[in-house]
């Protein structure tokens, strides 16, 4: 996360794989909430992707509700964006409902977003 130091208006992509951190659980040595609030708060990152790219283009939705809605309640004024699996409206509200402002749909629209 050194590199934020240098960057402005930085937007985080927290990678999951099943829910989990992605890449090397050494290295990250946290949870995610953890790893996004030191991008907040040592680096002024305003915005966050949470993607879990095991679910990108199953559609099987998102699974990513609850780790939205706790990084929404620690850090209310953060962007928050989700995907990974998003196959429809309800999908999206229910994102929404955990604290999300936006998704990532691409899949869903080229299978024809409901």
């Known amino acids: 996360l050194e590199v934020l130091r240098d960057v402005r208006n930085a937007v985080l992509s927290v990678d999951l794989f099943n829910g989990r951190l992605f890449g090397n ?21 305003r915005e966050v992707i949470v993607l879990d790219i095991a679910r990108v283009g199953e559609g099987n ?14 850090h209310p004024r953060l962007r928050i964006l989700a995907g990974g699996g ?15 402002h936006g998704a990532l749909i691409s899949t869903a629209i080229h299978d024809g977003f409901r």
């Open 86 to 100: 998003v196959r429809d409206r309800d999908d999206c509200r229910r994102l929404a409902n955990a604290g999300a």
């Open 61 to 74: 939705g998102t699974g990513t509700e609850g780790v939205i809605e706790a990084i929404a309640r620690r």
């Open 25 to 45: 659980a050494g290295h990250w040595g946290r949870d995610v909430e953890e790893v996004v609030s030191e991008a907040v708060n040592n680096y002024g990152c």
